[in-house]
């Protein structure tokens, strides 16, 4: 397997937390349950035949990708393919920092997968056969870097009330109450929930929500033995009812059995 990393230079740096470029990952399994992360996504499918989202119970094919598409910020767990026999560049963005590069408000994206050309700009086409063209994996990522701060520049201007509130609860996922975020900033909590629904794409406490839940199961991956009593209480729940029922609505499991089925990468767990 081919798998690189990169992190733009400044100033898609405020904005973009990487590039990915993969191919011949031939995994045993041929679907994923992916898990909410709070994360924003454009996937460039550098083969010539389509990708699939499934159906959560039946794994039938319920939408077909193609060249180009854009994930929103989600909020319930999808099935897509688990990479076999792909070739692919994936643009992760910054959480909550989307923003400057999609024409319209982010929630109406949320639990999305659109085509990029209706989300982005047509141009997002000329971009895929530029990667395609580029003969070096260092080149692909030159390429896709020079490409978007030719075409998004003007908009590479960070909002600092968004960056606040997400930083807030990206970095407190014990935070009991978005009340706080909005005296800091100066807004009522109605408007600063308007603002980060447009900016984000959740309100604020759905946002947290999901950031104790990415808390959660960071800490299952990485403990040698896992207490639920501990793993909730460090992620910000109240009580191990909370965590019980946000776990399965965002991953379809029980703690219990997620850890029997978590995989090698982080939210994306083999269903088929």
């Known amino acids: 397997m081919i798998f690189e990393f990169h992190i733009p230079a400044y100033p898609l740096n405020q904005f973009i937390e990487s590039f ?6 031939n995994p045993i399994h041929t679907v994923d349950r992916f898990l909410p992360d709070g994360n924003v996504n454009i996937v460039i499918d550098l083969t010539d035949y389509p990708k699939f989202i499934y159906d959560n119970e039946t794994l039938k094919e319920i939408q077909t990708c193609r060249n180009v598409w854009f994930s929103g910020v989600r909020n319930n767990y999808i099935t897509i393919p688990s990479g076999k026999d792909s070739e692919m560049f994936v643009i992760n963005f910054q959480k909550g920092k989307a923003y400057p590069f999609v024409q319209m408000p982010l929630n109406e994206l949320t639990d999305s997968v659109v085509d990029g050309d209706l989300v982005l700009t047509p141009e997002i086409m000329k971009l895929r056969e530029m990667i395609l063209e580029a ?7 030159q390429k896709v870097e020079e490409f978007l701060i030719h075409k998004f520049h003007p908009k590479l201007v960070v909002n600092p009330f968004i960056d606040y509130a997400v930083n ?15 005296n800091k900033v100066g807004y009522s909590q109605k408007h600063l929930i308007k603002i980060f629904k447009d ?5 604020p406490k759905a946002f947290l929500k999901i950031i104790r839940f990415q808390s959660a199961i960071q800490q ?18 109240y009580d191990q009812a909370h965590f019980s029922n946000d776990f399965r609505s965002f991953s379809g499991f029980t703690p219990k059995a997620y850890l029997q089925k978590q995989f090698e990468y982080l939210n994306y767990v083999p269903v088929g």
Not at 168 to 182: A, K, T
């Open 168 to 182: 807030q609860i990206v970095n407190s996922p014990n935070l009991h109450s978005v009340e706080q975020i909005s």
């Open 220 to 237: 299952i991956a990485q403990a040698k033995s896992v207490d639920w009593s501990t793993i909730a209480y460090e992620s910000g729940y």
């Open 199 to 203: 900016n984000v794409g959740l309100t």
């Open 135 to 141: 003969t070096t994996i260092s080149l692909k990522f």
């Open 20 to 25: 990915i470029y993969y191919r011949d990952y």
